[in-house]
C-alpha cells in the first residue's frame, strides 16, 4: 500500500501496477479512470500488456514425477479432492508465475525510466464489470466510460466456436438489449448504443451469449448468456 508521504506515481509505474493486478481500492478506480479519459496513458497501459504477455508464453510447464505431486496432496487438508488439490496447485503456479513477472517488469521500468504523468482532469465516475460463468477460464473485464459513451471489454479463456460472443446489458425489468458482437480474445472496444447508455447502472448486469455472427446487434438471445457480472460504478 502506497503511504501518505508518498509522491504520485508517474505514469509508468502506474500503468505497469495496474496490468499486474496491484492495485486496489481508491488507487485501482483512479487508474482506470485515467485510463478511460487519457489516450496516452491507455497507450501505456496497452504497451505494459504487450511487454509482459512474452513472459508467460516463454514459460513452460514442466510435468513433476509421481513423488511430487504425493507429497504436495499429502500437505493438504486431508478432506481435499483430487480436483481440489489441482485447483489449489494451479493457484500456488499462478502466483510464481505472478511474481517472477513482477520482478522482470521492475527491472524493465528501472531500464525504461520513469515518465511523467500528465495532468489530467479528473473524469466521473465510470463503470466497471467482470464476467464469468460456466466455461471453465472465461473471464471478461469490462470497463464503460459515459462520458464518451466508450466501452472496453478485455477477453479471455474464450474457446473456439462457429458462434460469436454478444454482449448484453439486462437492467431490473429482465430486458436484455444487445451492445454488439465483441472479439474472441483480446481488447475490444465499441461505442454503446444511446437508446442503451441509461440502463448500465449499478442496478443492472453485463452478460454474455453466443450468437450467430452478425454485423448488426440481435434482437433477443438465442441460448442462455455463458457469462454474466454485476455493474459496478467506480
Known sequence: MVEETEPLKDDEALAAEL???????????????????????????????????????????????????????????????????????????????????????LALALIVGPGTLAPTSEPRSVAVAQLTGNIEGLVLAVSYNPE???????????????????IWVVDQDGVFRSLGQIGRDGVSEMTVPSDHREFITSAATLQLTMEPPSETPHAKPTGEPVAMGKITII
Open 19 to 105: 496490468v499486474l493486478g496491484l492495485l486496489d481500492g481508491d488507487e485501482k478506480a483512479r487508474a482506470l479512470r485515467v485510463q478511460l479519459s487519457d489516450p496516452k496513458f491507455a497507450q501505456t497501459v496497452d504497451e505494459w500488456n504487450a511487454r509482459i504477455d512474452p513472459l508467460f508464453q516463454e514459460i513452460k510447464e514442466v510435468e513433476p514425477v509421481a513423488s511430487v505431486w504425493d507429497g504436495i496432496e499429502s500437505r493438504l487438508d486431508g478432506g481435499s479432492s483430487s480436483s481440489s488439490v489441482v485447483v489449489q496447485l494451479k493457484r500456488w503456479r499462478m502466483g510464481a508465475i505472478v511474481s517472477g513477472a513482477l520482478a522482470a517488469c
Open 148 to 166: 464518451t459513451a466508450e466501452m472496453r471489454v478485455d477477453v479471455d479463456g474464450m474457446p473456439e466456436t462457429d458462434t460469436a460472443p454478444e
